[in-house]
């Protein structure tokens, strides 16, 4: 499998990562912010949750501490009923004049949370010019798609993740799909697909990638 390394060459790397609500941005791609911030010297990571209140504001914080967010941006949109209007175009507009990303990581634009899907397309509609890579989240909808991107993580990293995940989520613990087999079994068989050396992976999709 032909493979890419974008972190070869580069001292810094600056890293947007956009979820909707508290826990995404770690389910999703927690594992390959982990393995960037251990091959560059600086990662410079701005971490965007749009729906964090109360307990799960708090929850937000602490991954975003666990996964090495450099500046975090917490935003009160509720939950599940995201609108595309004037306020949240405008916060994304916003983010575009502050950050200059060499890659956003964001929701999956086929995913079907209303909330996950419109993430995604703002994301696309605002950094245009950018490496964007769609993460995915395992949920009861069975939404999980076919990804044409892999990031091969090592045991210990993909081992990090899932018990970052259990230790900042306390609220999440009682649902039954929050769970250290499930998020293992997501790495493993995206591992598979990708003949991951450790077996391990995190899938993503890339609609546009100039090598």
Same mark, same amino acid.
């Given at each position: 499998?032909? !493979?890419? *390394?974008?972190?070869?060459?580069?001292?810094?790397?600056?890293?947007?990562?956009?979820?909707?609500?508290?826990?995404?941005?770690?389910?999703?791609?927690?594992?390959? /912010?982990?393995?960037?911030?251990?091959?560059?010297?600086?990662?410079?990571?701005?971490?965007?949750?749009?729906?964090?209140?109360?307990?799960?504001? *708090?929850?937000?914080?602490?991954?975003?501490?666990?996964?090495?967010?450099?500046?975090?941006?917490?935003?009160?949109?509720?939950?599940?009923?995201?609108?595309?209007?004037?306020?949240?175009?405008?916060?994304?507009?916003?983010?575009?004049?502050?950050?200059?990303?060499?890659?956003?990581?964001? #929701?999956?634009?086929?995913?079907? #949370?209303? *909330?996950?899907? /419109?993430?995604?397309? /703002?994301?696309?509609?605002?950094?245009?010019? #950018?490496?964007?890579?769609?993460?995915e989240i395992p949920k009861y909808?069975?939404?999980?798609? !076919?990804?044409?991107?892999?990031? #091969?993580?090592?045991?210990?990293?993909?081992?990090?993740?899932?018990?970052?995940?259990?230790?900042?989520?306390?609220?999440?613990?009682?649902?039954?799909?929050? !769970?250290? *087999?499930?998020?293992?079994?997501?790495?493993?068989?995206?591992?598979?697909?990708?003949?991951?050396?450790?077996?391990?992976?995190?899938?993503?999709?890339?609609?546009?990638?100039?090598?």
């Amino acid at each position: 499998m032909l !493979t890419v *390394d974008l972190t070869r060459g580069r001292e810094r790397l600056n890293v947007l990562a956009i979820g909707a609500h508290s826990d995404d941005i770690e389910i999703g791609c927690g594992g390959t /912010l982990l393995r960037l911030a251990a091959e560059v010297a600086e990662l410079e990571l701005t971490w965007v949750v749009l729906s964090a209140r109360g307990a799960r504001a *708090d929850e937000a914080r602490a991954g975003a501490a666990a996964f090495g967010a450099t500046t975090v941006e917490l935003e009160d949109f509720e939950d599940a009923f995201f609108n595309y209007g004037r306020e949240v175009k405008d916060h994304f507009e916003a983010l575009k004049e502050r950050v200059s990303p060499d890659l956003v990581l964001t #929701h999956h634009g086929s995913d079907l #949370h209303q *909330d996950h899907r /419109l993430v995604a397309e /703002l994301t696309w509609n605002t950094f245009r010019d #950018h490496l964007i890579l769609e993460y995915e989240i395992p949920k009861y909808d069975g939404d999980l798609g !076919t990804p044409n991107l892999f990031v #091969h993580l090592d045991e210990d990293v993909a081992r990090r993740k899932v018990s970052s995940l259990l230790e900042c989520f306390g609220s999440q613990r009682s649902k039954a799909w929050f !769970t250290e *087999d499930l998020f293992l079994a997501l790495l493993r068989l995206r591992g598979m697909e990708s003949r991951a050396p450790s077996g391990l992976a995190e899938g993503f999709y890339a609609r546009k990638l100039a090598v």
